[in-house]
């Protein structure tokens, strides 16, 4: 399945895409440390990779994740990566959404029109009822992201997550179905 916009589009990530995921994580290992969990040299490798790739699609056949290649339509560069995670079904339905994007790719709206692209999936094809991202305070550029597609902040949860190494706060910001389609029509 292939989700487009006018610049970008999203698809589900397979093996075909090791090395330039690879590649893209080592490129912009440095760049992205901030905002990420303490990763060992050897998550940066190839054969990591392809092992990360087989549980995204792993998962997503259990239907526990969904994690999206973002690409440039234009030359079909891979520049980042979106993720519905922990989705649970039941009387919840929910996941949690994540992303990083390349440092050469930031600033030129590509990740608020994949993060439009993600809920659509989510809300349309997915049928969640619900999304939520936490992120931190100072990161200004997701707030932004977020708030441009509609999703609302509901609150701080207090050193949430393990981020280079410090428990950081985060926003937590959410969307529901009935939003999606007020926001959609």
């Known amino acids: 399945m292939t989700l487009q916009t006018e610049r970008i589009y999203i698809r589900s990530l397979t093996q075909s895409d090791a090395d330039a995921m ?46 999206f290649g973002i690409f440039l339509r234009d030359t079909d560069a891979l520049i980042g990566r979106i993720r519905l995670s922990n989705v649970f079904r039941g009387p919840w339905q929910n996941a949690n959404l994540g992303y990083f994007l390349a440092e050469e790719a930031n600033g030129k709206g590509y990740t608020t029109e994949a993060v439009g692209l993600v809920l659509r999936f989510a809300f349309e094809e997915a049928h969640l009822h619900r999304v939520q991202a936490g992120i931190m305070p100072r990161n200004l550029g997701s707030i932004r992201v977020a708030e441009k597609n509609g999703m609302r902040p509901e609150g ?30």
């Open 22 to 67: 690879q590649a893209l994580r080592e490129r912009n290992r440095a760049f992205l440390e901030p905002f990420e969990p303490i990763q060992s040299d050897e998550s940066f490798t190839l054969g990591a990779v392809r092992q990360t790739i087989e549980q995204y699609i792993t998962d997503q056949a259990n239907d526990l994740s969904y994690s």
């Open 156 to 185: 701080l949860a207090k050193r949430y997550l393990k981020i280079n190494g410090v428990w950081e706060d985060h926003v937590i910001y959410a969307m529901t179905t009935e939003e999606w389609l007020e926001n959609n029509r």
